[in-house]
Nanobody, 121 residues
Framework: QVQLVASGGGLVPAGGSLILSCAASGTIFSIDAMGWYRQAPGKQRALVATMTSPGTTNYADSVKGRFAISRDNAKNTVYLQMNNLKPEDTSVHYC???????????????WGQGTEGTVSA
């Protein structure tokens, strides 16, 4: 069994910062990509940032220069530092990880529960 637990959302004023974290636990042999997605009210879930195990990152254009993804492979945890937040960043954020539980089976994408971040104008 694998579980992703996200934390760190909250309410901040425009221009403020939030740090999200997401820890994977359970039967884990290896983790490749970990990342963050978000779903704004009335919109579909969209990519925010991803990071592979070696450290290759990918960001949505709307967050480049403001958000930074990082991970601690020893702790199976991924972080999202969000700076200079804007009201349009208000979303429920979901973490995602590509996890292999044993060497014998393909990896599976797991989702964490959402954590809400609200940016006031």
């Amino acid at each position: 069994q694998v579980q992703l637990v996200a934390s760190g959302g909250g309410l901040v004023p425009a221009g403020g910062s939030l740090i999200l974290s997401c820890a994977a636990s359970g039967t884990i042999f290896s983790i490749d990509a970990m990342g963050w997605y978000r779903q704004a009210p009335g919109k579909q879930r969209a990519l925010v940032a991803t990071m592979t195990s070696p450290g290759t990152t990918n960001y949505a254009d709307s967050v480049k220069g403001r958000f930074a993804i990082s991970r601690d492979n020893a702790k199976n945890t991924v972080y999202l530092q969000m700076n200079n937040l804007k009201p349009e960043d208000t979303s429920v954020h979901y973490c995602n990880a590509d996890i292999r539980s044993t060497r014998y089976y393909p990896s599976v994408y797991y989702w964490g529960q959402g954590t809400e971040g609200t940016v006031s104008a």
